[in-house]
């Protein structure tokens, strides 16, 4: 028999009302795009090339499935959690509450440490971008002009951010599906001239020419692509009937990595042969996708792609700058962050985070002094691999939510969203987490001359988070939660 108070939620789930504060402004369509465009960036658009050529079309095809299968688990563990607790926290109240208080402090601010500098890089990209048509242009004037947008959408309010990110969203998932129909019709021939058919999966060492170091180094970097998607489950904290909306966006997961990463690099691997020079470049005029619009006959099939790249880096930009502040937001409200940050505009959006988040974002000014590029490899360098110590987070979190929800014999009936194939799908996200941490640029110490630079930059995030970890741990003397000792809030409106 159910306790009384486990009846009473069944009978009359709680609908999360809103405290005064943050707005629950973001409706269904916004949630699902949100966790649709969080998981296509430039990284499919640029870099599905080199993974081709570095592993063969077999071979990328692998690594992405693999990675693809450890973010599905990683996003139905936040699913189950978000929907149980919407909370713009997220995995910095899901790790306090559930692990250690030190861990989700180290976890909130990794996270708003890894998509403050991520604005910043993708600023430095946008410059890149334009002086693809403004070659002379100044670069200051770009990444100014795109970050003020990007305030001005997160400012206006929750729902100015969510149409945003509605329409930047919808533009990329309209040019992935329109490359996939075009290579699907020129693979059998009814565009392009003569079918290809899968010849090129059979040329030379194809369909793994590179071997198991050859997938190894495109599984490492694929999981990059896809940093983005667990944007969501902050977006919780703000949504409407998060109940029913979350598991709905969470359930989508699974068929955009399907459509969007696995199939897209299918439909190249079978039309671009692994051997052609061209995947191994990072420009708009070399990418996959531009050789193939190009192929088919699209005019102006550059411009075209460059501008669809732009829209991938401004939305990148635009959920970079919310997720950043709510998770502040957040934090502050838990004693955290400075109690500034918990303070809002009369249309709930927390400004003083805003403002921190966007003077980190101008680090893209310095390009300006020291070139476009090089700026964006710094910051790029700089954000490392803090996406997926987060990602670690949300399984070791959901993990230990799930066991403890038993072991306090609670009924998963209640639970609005349960992830399946536990305790499989957080214990192989965590393993995949761990793999991929240790072995960044695990190439750069079979090379001659080992670029030990390099090798300090891509390991950053690690010693960044165990010190903020550690050193929260003992400044407050906190303790790892035991299982008997969580406290599930059944009746506590989440905001």
């Known amino acids: 028999m159910l306790p009384k108070h486990e009846n009473d939620i069944l009978q009359h789930p709680p609908q999360h009302e809103e405290e005064p504060g943050l707005k629950r402004g973001l409706k269904s369509r916004h949630l699902t795009m949100i966790s649709i465009g969080g998981a296509i960036g430039t990284g499919l658009f640029l870099s599905s090339g080199a993974a081709i050529h570095t592993a063969g079309p077999g071979g990328a095809l692998l690594a992405y499935a693999l990675v693809g299968a450890m973010v599905y688990f990683v996003m139905t563990s936040l699913g189950e959690l978000a929907a149980f607790m919407p909370t713009s926290g997220s995995f910095s109240t899901y790790g306090s509450k559930f692990v250690d208080p030190a861990f989700g402090f180290a976890l909130g601010w990794t996270y708003w440490f890894n998509w403050s500098m991520t604005i910043a890089a993708e600023l430095a990209a946008s410059t890149m971008i334009m002086k693809f048509w403004f070659p002379n242009s100044p670069s200051l004037l770009w990444s100014s002009s795109f970050l003020v947008l990007i305030f001005l959408l997160n400012y206006l309010s929750v729902k100015g951010y969510g149409e945003g990110e509605y329409w930047f969203s919808f533009i990329k998932v309209t040019a992935i599906v329109i490359f996939i129909v075009v290579g699907i019709l020129m693979i059998v021939g009814i565009m392009g001239g003569e079918a290809v058919g899968f010849k090129n999966f059979t040329i030379d060492d194809a369909p ?9 180094i495109v599984f490492i970097a694929a999981g990059f692509s896809f940093q983005g998607t667990e944007i969501v489950g902050v977006a919780a904290g703000e949504s409407e009937d998060p109940a029913r909306n979350i598991p709905k966006a969470i359930k989508s997961v699974f068929w955009r990595i399907l459509l969007f990463y696995v199939l897209a690099i299918f439909v190249i691997g079978l039309l671009i042969p692994y051997t052609n020079p061209s995947l191994q470049g990072d420009n708009v005029m070399v990418s996959p996708f531009t050789l193939i619009f190009e192929k088919a006959g699209i005019a102006f099939a550059a411009s075209l792609m460059n501008a669809v790249i732009l829209t991938a880096v401004l939305s990148a930009g ?35 985070g805003m403002v921190l988040t966007c003077a980190i974002g101008m680090l893209a000014f310095l390009a300006s002094i020291f070139g476009d590029g090089k700026v964006y490899i710094w910051l790029m360098n700089a954000i490392g691999i803090t996406g997926f110590i987060f990602w670690l987070g949300i399984s070791i979190s959901h993990y230990r939510f799930r066991k403890a929800y038993i072991s306090q014999g609670h009924s998963l009936d209640k639970l609005p969203y349960r992830a399946l194939w536990f305790p ?55 303790k790892f939660v035991k299982l008997d000792e969580v406290k599930f809030d059944f009746d506590k409106k989440y905001d």
């Open 208 to 216: 793994f020419p590179g071997g198991f170091m050859g997938v190894f």
């Open 424 to 478: 499989i799908g957080p214990i192989f996200a965590i393993l995949i987490g761990l793999i991929v941490i240790l072995s960044q640029n695990i190439q750069a110490f079979f090379s001659d001359h080992i670029d030990w630079g390099s090798v300090v930059a891509a390991y950053l995030g690690i010693p960044l988070f165990l010190g903020l970890w550690f050193g929260y741990k003992l400044i407050r003397k906190t």
């Open 318 to 352: 635009n959920s970079s700058l919310y997720a950043s502040t709510r998770m502040l937001y957040s934090m502050a409200k838990d004693g955290q962050a400075p109690r500034i940050f918990a303070k809002l505009n009369k249309r709930g959006v927390p400004v003083a």
